[in-house]
């Protein structure tokens, strides 16, 4: 069974150790480069795989196409928000 992002992102402030997404950023940024100077751990792979993703995102479709790519509608659906973007 998969868990929804908002489930991830409890896990992921867990592992963290932290409160607010300010300093989620810091150590998420702290661990990673700790990955790449001495190799993957079972905590950074715990985190890589509660980490946001496209498998969160549904696209809803292509709304125009133009000079610099393409502009594409995404849906995130978790059980505490909906929210629809868009993208270039």
Do not use: P, Y
């Amino acid at each position: 069974m998969s868990l929804s992002w908002a489930e991830r992102k409890v896990l992921l402030d867990s592992l963290l150790r932290v409160q607010d997404d300010d300093e989620e950023g810091l150590a998420l940024d702290r661990v990673l480069h700790g990955q790449n100077v001495v190799g993957k751990t079972s905590t950074t792979i715990r985190i890589d795989s509660l980490r946001f993703c496209d498998k969160d995102l549904a696209v809803l479709g292509t709304l125009d196409h133009g000079q610099f790519g393409v502009v594409r509608s995404f849906a995130l659906h978790s059980n505490l928000v909906e929210f629809t973007a868009f993208i270039r």
